[in-house]
């Protein structure tokens, strides 16, 4: 009790600074402008792992990194945690280049003050756009364009964010179960042919699971599986 009393006064007699939040009336327009912006910002935060997910690599990477672990059936070997950082630092890697033409192009200069917020938007949405147009399906973009009604467009230009994010996601969502298939299969093969075997020494009651399991693992170690997931993936947004 006493240490907890004594807080505040150390605090006040060795000058450790303190945080006030409150609101008060604006006197100058710079004020209502400057609190709109960390209004802007914080509400762009709050729903930044959505954008992460919808408009980068993210959402390939970790189905993929998914269809492994299942496929192999360790259960949770590697485990959530691992899958999601591994596809985290690996979406920050693949999606460099983007990121570096936004700071360049559109959030260094806004900071700089040599443009305004309006200028620094689309500048900034320009490189996110030209990477999801060059992932984006024909297929995919013309279904969602049909699906919102609107005329059909001439050029990349008229296609809104609206229309483009859904038909990416789309687009991920197909090649991410493309390369899980072929994951699969290998791994399935090794599951038939244990089952065969167990099954022609009378060994119905012990589950194939079991016994592939090691198999598969040495498979995928001797393969330098993790190796070959990963360059694919990185390969396949080239």
Known sequence: MLPALLLPV???????????????EATEPAQ???????LILLTILSVAPSILLMTTAFTR??????????????????SNQIVVGLALFLTFFIMAPVFTQI????????????????EAIPLAL????????????EKDLQLLVDISGSEQPESME?????????????S??????????????????IDMIVASIL????????????VSLPFKILLFVLVDGWSLVIGSLVQSFG
Do not use: C, H, W
Request: proline content about 7%; hydrophobic content about 55%; cysteine-free.
């Open 199 to 210: 099954m022609a020494m009378g060994m119905m009651m012990l589950p194939p699971i079991i």
């Open 61 to 78: 990477i970790v189905i993929v990194l998914s269809f492994v672990r299942q496929a192999m059936g360790t259960q949770q070997a590697p």
């Open 103 to 118: 700071n360049d192009e559109a959030l260094q200069p806004y900071l700089n003050e040599e443009i305004s917020q309006d």
């Open 10 to 24: 150390m605090a006040q007699a060795q000058g450790l600074p303190t945080i006030t939040l409150g609101i008060g």
């Open 158 to 170: 008229d296609i809104g964010m609206l229309t483009l994010i859904p038909a990416f996601m789309l």
């Open 32 to 38: 209502v402008s400057t609190a709109l912006q960390i």
């Open 126 to 137: 320009e490189p996110m756009r030209r990477f999801m147009f060059s992932q984006v399906g």
């Open 172 to 189: 991920e969502l197909k090649r991410a179960f493309q390369m899980g298939f072929l994951l699969f299969v290998p791994f399935l093969m």
